[in-house]
């Protein structure tokens, strides 16, 4: 099967975070006709394993890991694409379908030429669009124990970058994650009796206001959920809302922790109000190592294609906890503009970036282990 075929398959049948079993199917049936080897990892994803031709028992543990996530999201497909998703409010619209692709594109590759000393993995990786990620779930299984990590890498298609260009940045690149939850509880009632109250709506805006006073060059706060379910003359007794945070420094990101925290018990008390703070923790930081980004940018001179020097994008990926562990490359591969914008019904990536994808993963995993 060529990639674009198994590609489209994916963005027919699209499925959502750890729903992911027909997807697991197909691919580890993929393997299996190619004669790749593989197992279930993280339950609904897929490890394949590659030994290089030229291993030695003195080369045998170090490898390179692949990696491409396999979940969609929740959104009703509106590209009219002959292979359009058949599940309906499912869809491939984060382009994760072009990531499986082309990982599967590489490892065919480089299994009908293993000119190399050591291991590839390749990882089908589920659940990377919800909190806490499948990225940390396949660690927790310490697949890579006892190998030599020489480096992993992974891509994200991106339409604002055309087909053949590739961008990145050296360390912090894309945002730790953090899920914001707050409950303020007060006393309501009528709208024109407020010496009765305890206002949990008045408590609720003067929260807010605290706490988007610490956004920052590095560090974003936004409340995007307000619910106060009152009315034009009544105060209700809750308030609930829900924010995000991002921040690129871990010392940073504990110090907002409890900055958010200590806000909140200030808040309660001059309002009069009890408020419970829930902290999901996300993704850390995605941080590329500089010898990496240098590589792929040597590489992509040598290929004939066009190196871009990306800003620090505040939107996250659980591949950050790979970059916690491992050298770690996590680039952008231009999809182009007319495949309009990621998160949307009418996402549609050029193909011609599969072919771009594949040889940049092979030709990177080559090149760390001979």
């Known amino acids: 099967m060529n990639t674009i075929d198994f590609r489209r398959h994916l963005h027919r049948h699209p499925e959502l975070s750890f729903e992911e079993h027909e997807t697991a199917r197909f691919i580890r049936e993929a393997l299996t006709a190619e004669g790749i080897a593989h197992r ?65 594109g590489a490892l065919l590759k480089l299994h009908e030429n293993p000119d190399f000393a050591g291991t590839v993995f390749g990882l089908f990786q589920p659940g990377e669009e919800c909190n806490p990620g499948g990225a940390s779930i396949v660690l927790e299984e310490h697949p890579f124990e006892g190998y030599e990590i020489l480096a992993c890498i992974g891509e994200h298609v991106d339409w604002q970058l055309e087909v053949g260009e590739v961008g990145l940045r050296a360390g912090a690149f894309m945002a730790a994650s953090d899920e914001l939850r707050f409950t303020v509880h007060g006393v309501g009632g009528h709208g024109a009796m407020r010496p009765l109250l305890k206002d949990p709506v008045q408590a609720a805006a003067a929260l807010i206001t605290r706490l988007l006073a610490l956004n920052g060059e590095d560090e974003v706060l936004s409340i995007g959920k307000v619910e106060a379910a009152g009315a034009t003359n009544v105060i209700p007794d809750e ?8 921040t690129f420094d871990e010392s940073r990101r504990r110090a907002l922790h409890a900055e958010i925290a200590r806000l909140t018990t200030e808040n309660d008390t001059q309002h009069a109000t009890s408020t419970r703070f829930d902290l999901s923790h996300g993704y850390p930081a995605v941080k590329n190592d500089p010898t990496l980004t240098e590589l792929l940018q040597t590489h992509c001179t ?69």
Not at 50 to 64: D, L, M, Q, S, Y
Not at 319 to 346: C, D
Request: aromatic letters at 8%; proline letters at 4%.
């Open 40 to 104: 279930p990892i993280a339950t609904t994803g897929t490890l394949a394993v590659i030994r290089g031709a030229k291993t030695t028992p003195a080369t045998e543990h170090r490898a390179v890991i692949l990696r491409a996530d396999i979940d969609a999201l929740p959104i009703e497909e509106q590209t009219a694409l002959a292979y359009a998703s058949c599940h309906s409010g499912v869809m491939h619209a984060c382009g994760h379908d072009m990531h499986a692709a082309t990982l599967y």
């Open 239 to 246: 308030v609930y809302l829900e924010g995000t945070l991002r």
């Open 302 to 370: 040598a290929e004939g294609l066009t190196f871009r020097t990306l800003d620090r994008r505040m939107t996250a990926e659980d591949f950050g906890f790979y970059t916690l562990h491992y050298p770690s490359l996590f680039y952008r591969l231009g999809v182009g503009a007319a495949a309009g914008r990621s998160h949307t019904p009418h996402f549609s990536p050029d193909e011609r970036a599969l072919e771009v994808g594949v040889q940049l993963m092979q030709q990177l995993a080559i090149t760390l282990l001979q």
